[in-house]
């Protein structure tokens, strides 16, 4: 893989599913969670990190069309158990390096924040 890191090795992909949702639409809430989410500066290794962001953005381009549903609770079936179980493990544990539970990602909250169904606080 030409953008993986030297001495890494690609194990495998995983397809979580499809989105029917228009380039635009896409490049729309990659942006929302960068601009307002996944900032550069808040990034955490067990609270905030790129597994908690590829669960985000999957929940937002999968279940788009129900976020605005408050009562719906979106899942990702396909999203293996493995990923973020370490930052799951040490967030359960209150590794949270002397900051606030806020700081701990919620994806659901934050997938129905990019998509325009929720502001963020």
Same mark, same amino acid.
């Given at each position: ?7 890494? !090795? ?36 067990? $609270?905030? $990190?790129? $597994? ?44 949270? $390096? ?13 997938? !129905? ?9």
């Amino acid at each position: 893989d030409r953008y993986a890191p030297t001495n890494a !090795r690609h194990q495998e992909s995983i397809t979580l599913g499809s989105t029917t949702l228009s380039q635009s639409k896409i490049n729309e809430i990659v942006n929302k969670l960068r601009d307002t989410t996944f900032t550069p500066t808040s990034y955490h290794l067990m $609270n905030r $990190n790129c $597994n908690h962001f590829t669960t985000t953005l999957a929940m937002a381009l999968l279940h788009y069309d129900q976020m605005t549903d408050p009562q719906y609770r979106p899942t990702l079936d396909k999203y293996p158990a493995w990923v973020n179980r370490l930052a799951r493990t040490g967030t359960g544990l209150g590794c949270l $390096n002397g900051e606030g539970v806020d700081v701990i990602c919620n994806p659901e909250r934050e997938a !129905r924040v990019a998509v325009g169904a929720e502001e963020r606080d």
